[in-house]
């Protein structure tokens, strides 16, 4: 088995649809280029390149995840159409926030 790949060969999935939805979170620009993807991603230490971006932001648009418009003859924007899960610990702080009476305090 070479590096990269699972026990049947194929590559392994290191960049999840949550880290790309991630970076459109993280971002000023609600619309992104798949380059502009590929660099947000090496803010959470993934790497993927930029047609890798493309092949995977065209399988989350299948999913309703992504929508997509041609900017010029030959650029594309993307732009999240949900927004990134939260991480297990807070998600677990706003249920327990949900619980007590700190929103009204706000």
């Given at each position: ?25 993280y971002e ?18 993934k790497q ?29 924007g993307w ?28």
């Amino acid at each position: 088995m070479s590096q990269g790949r699972d026990d049947a060969g194929r590559f392994e999935e290191t960049v999840t649809e949550q880290d790309i939805l991630k970076v459109f979170d993280y971002e000023d620009d609600p619309v992104l280029t798949a380059p502009e993807v590929a660099d947000g991603l090496q803010r959470f230490g993934k790497q993927l390149t930029p047609e890798g971006v493309r092949n995977r932001l065209e399988q989350m648009a299948e999913k309703g995840l992504v929508s997509r418009k041609k900017l010029g003859a030959r650029a594309v924007g993307w732009w999240a159409e949900v927004a990134p899960e939260l991480d297990t610990q807070t998600a677990n702080t706003v249920d327990t926030r949900k619980e007590s009476d700190e929103w009204e305090q706000l």
